[in-house]
């Protein structure tokens, strides 16, 4: 099994240009959520699912967007890049049910100029 | 609503010596509370975690931390650092089933000095 995988692992975007960061995980978890870490300020949520057709926004959704069309998948798009979007983005995935803990991946570390 | 704060952003000790990273939360309902540990350029790995059973919760690599109700305190402790525990330690909460999801701690940076 390979997890969580995220891709890319870096990026550079100039300001105003949109993209695409992508998700995957072959553990059949329902739950999937991106993250961002800025520094001493831990990770916040930005969107999450529960299931396949299914997402919510999270503490910081200004600016993204996401879909989840497979139990596998869970991109997050950025519309237009601005500096404030300059973090380390992580994604993770759970089983339902609380009792277990979530599987990150290795992160996306993004800057815009 | 939940929270969570670790009280200490950086932590040093020397190499053989005990570790104590402090964490206290916050929550309306019974929480499952975890520590994950993010080495450096890595993603975060999964500590530890506590879902209402032992109180008291071993963990990989020699931590354990132990779930105290009435202090609403959830430490993270180790008998003996090694230098390879160095890395940025998350205190997390998590409604019991929620799709919420995490609360993350800031973060605390531990430091072993040779």
């Known amino acids: 099994n390979a997890g969580v995988t995220q891709t890319p692992k870096f990026q550079v975007l100039k300001t105003g240009q949109s993209m695409t960061l992508q998700c995957a995980q072959d553990m059949n978890h329902e739950y999937m959520s991106w993250y961002r870490q800025d520094p001493g300020m831990g990770l916040r949520l930005i969107h999450y699912s529960v299931g396949a057709g299914i997402t919510d926004q999270g503490e910081v959704p200004n600016g993204y967007n996401v879909s989840r069309s497979t139990t596998e998948d869970f991109p997050l798009r950025l519309l237009s890049a601005a500096p404030s979007q300059t973090s380390v983005y992580f994604c993770a995935s759970r089983v339902p049910g609380g009792i277990g803990g979530y599987t990150f991946g290795s992160g996306t570390r993004l800057t815009v100029v | 609503a939940q929270s969570v704060t670790q009280l200490d952003s950086h932590v040093s000790v020397s190499e053989g010596t005990p570790v104590l990273l402090r964490c206290n939360y916050s929550s309306s309902y019974s929480p499952s509370l975890f520590w994950y540990v993010q080495h450096p350029n890595k993603g975060l790995q999964l500590l530890l975690k506590?879902?209402?059973?032992?109180?008291l919760v071993k963990g990989i690599n020699g931590f354990e931390a132990e779930f105290k109700k009435s202090e609403t305190s959830f430490h993270l402790t180790k008998p003996s650092a090694h230098m390879s525990d160095a890395a940025e330690y998350f205190c997390v909460v998590s409604l019991s089933g929620s799709a919420r999801q995490l609360t993350f701690g800031s973060g605390t940076q531990l430091t072993v000095l040779p």
């Open positions: 506590y879902t209402s059973a032992a109180t």
